[in-house]
């Protein structure tokens, strides 16, 4: 397996088990060995990854950090664990703050099992900084950061490569939050920026930033949704024609202005429709989205449900599989590409759709 597939196999294990992870010692041992060990280190050689590093910190004797993964005999990255969904702010990195500025290590990692927080000194030399450079979360995580990740592998790990890119992505990911702040949140000043040569003189009232605050969310959103779907167009461009059909998204509710059509629910609707592909034209599948979730409709019918994409809840993934008398089973994913198991339960939910003589041959 590629080194995404093995985190996508840790992210199932621990979504299946998490609920049975009540402590820190739990933590470490089913879900933040296990991670180190996919980085390449052996965590059973203790001359590689040292567990409770003691280290004599000023009037602090025997302090210790939870591991340390050793070069050469000198800490290159120092990890302080927390219980699973435990608290991660930078006031419970006090032990990593203390045995990073007496160490060689260029690397301190906070987590809880899940989400991993990487630190290093860019602000000041030898002082671990107080914001992460990087964050990935094993339970959701994008490509690019399995990119940033695998940085940290034992076959690739060069300090001065992450060091060079480190405040490149600290100060990218700062700004991609702000951003992200302002799309659903647009403030009054910047509303005034994007809205002051279209009022025309008009003095900006409480009527008319109400008015541009909303305008200014809506137009974001189309946007958005319209950039993925050239992304997908152009990416689908080598596809049979029959899988590469532009997308026409439509919404239950023409009205509601807050729904929004995720880049996951595109890419669940392209997963649905390859799946089908050997059953039926696969430009009679058809997304149409509302609030709670992502209805994939056979003739863009809602009375030929094929599935629902419920990506909505930003902790957990979702799908609504329709069985034969129209009843609706929620099946979690731990990851969109689960969607591919899902095979044979969703052309049997289309077969269900079509006359006898629309069916494929089953005749070789």
Do not use: W
Request: glycine share 4%.
């Amino acid at each position: 397996m590629d080194f995404i597939d093995h985190l996508r196999a840790l992210a199932a294990r621990i979504n299946s088990t998490q609920d049975l992870i009540r402590t820190e010692e739990a933590t470490k041992n089913a879900m933040v060995m296990p991670f180190i060990q996919l980085l390449g280190y052996n965590v059973f050689d203790p001359t590689e990854v040292t567990p409770e590093l003691v280290a004599d910190i000023g009037t602090k004797k025997g302090e210790k950090v939870d591991y340390a993964i050793l070069r050469d005999g000198h800490p290159i990255m120092l990890f302080e664990c927390k219980k699973f969904g435990g608290d991660l702010s930078i006031n419970h990195a006090g032990q990593l703050f203390r045995y990073f500025h007496v160490t060689a290590a260029r690397f301190g990692v906070l987590t809880n099992g899940s989400v991993y927080r990487f630190f290093t000194d860019l602000e000041q030399p030898n002082k671990m900084d107080e914001k992460p450079f990087f964050e990935f979360d094993l339970l959701d995580f994008k490509e690019r950061d399995v990119e940033e990740l695998k940085k940290f592998a034992k076959t690739t790990f060069d300090v001065d490569t992450i060091l060079t890119t480190a405040s490149e992505l600290k100060y990218t990911r700062a700004i991609q939050n702000k951003i992200a702040d302002l799309l659903n949140n647009p403030t009054e000043d910047f509303v005034k920026i994007l809205s002051g040569e279209l009022l025309g003189g008009r003095r900006f009232t409480q009527a008319v930033r109400d008015q541009f605050t909303g305008i200014t969310k809506r137009a974001f959103e189309q946007l958005l949704t319209e950039r993925i779907n050239e992304r997908l167009k152009g990416a689908l461009v080598n596809e049979p024609e029959s899988i590469a059909s532009p997308v026409e998204l439509k919404f239950e509710d023409t009205n509601d202005q807050t729904i929004v059509t995720t880049a996951e629910e595109i890419e669940g609707f392209h997963i649905v429709r390859s799946i089908l592909r050997d059953v039926v034209n696969t430009r009679r599948v058809f997304m149409r989205d509302a609030q709670s979730y992502c209805a994939i409709l056979l003739d863009d019918n809602n009375r030929k449900p094929i599935c629902r994409l419920r990506f909505n809840n930003t902790e957990k993934l979702a799908v609504g599989i329709f069985n034969d008398k129209r009843e609706e089973e929620k099946i979690p994913l731990a990851h969109l590409d689960d969607l591919y198991e899902m095979a044979e339960k969703l052309k049997a939910t289309v077969r269900q759709h079509l006359p006898a003589d629309d069916l494929p041959s089953t005749n070789s």
